[in-house]
Nanobody
Framework: QVQLIESGGGSVHTGDSLRLSCAGSGLTFSSYSTGWFRQAPGKEREFVAAISRSGGSTYYADSVRGRFTISRDNAKNTVSLQMISLKPEDTAVYYC?????????????????WGQGTQVTVSS
């Protein structure tokens, strides 16, 4: 059974930092590209960042580029999202997702497995 479990969310203030982690089990993690998506109340799920299965290629939404960094440790079956300079508009539930592919994608419909999400709340 494939599981993706996110952790690291919380309530912070504008300008603070958080590090989200996603631990995978039940899959050969190094065979999966992974992504982070987020969904705010009343809004559609949106792409945040993605990383290829080797970690050699990364992709970011324009809204987070320069502030967020995605990374992975295939030996530990984890993918992380380091977030700095957080803004209130970053408030959302953040989801980790995985797909059995060499390359990552921004399209959330193409991901096979999802975590349960972790809440990030940024107040001004």
């Amino acid at each position: 059974q494939v599981q993706l479990i996110e952790s690291g969310g919380g309530s912070v203030h504008t300008g603070d930092s958080l590090r989200l982690s996603c631990a995978g089990s039940g899959l050969t993690f190094s065979s999966y590209s992974t992504g982070w998506f987020r969904q705010a109340p009343g809004k559609e799920r949106e792409f945040v960042a993605a990383i290829s299965r080797s970690g050699g290629s990364t992709y970011y939404a324009d809204s987070v580029r320069g502030r967020f960094t995605i990374s992975r440790d295939n030996a530990k079956n984890t993918v992380s999202l380091q977030m700095i300079s957080l803004k209130p508009e970053d408030t959302a539930v953040y989801y980790c997702a995985a797909r059995p592919s060499v390359s990552a994608t921004l399209n959330h419909y193409l991901y096979n497995y999802w975590g349960q999400g972790t809440q990030v709340t940024v107040s001004s």
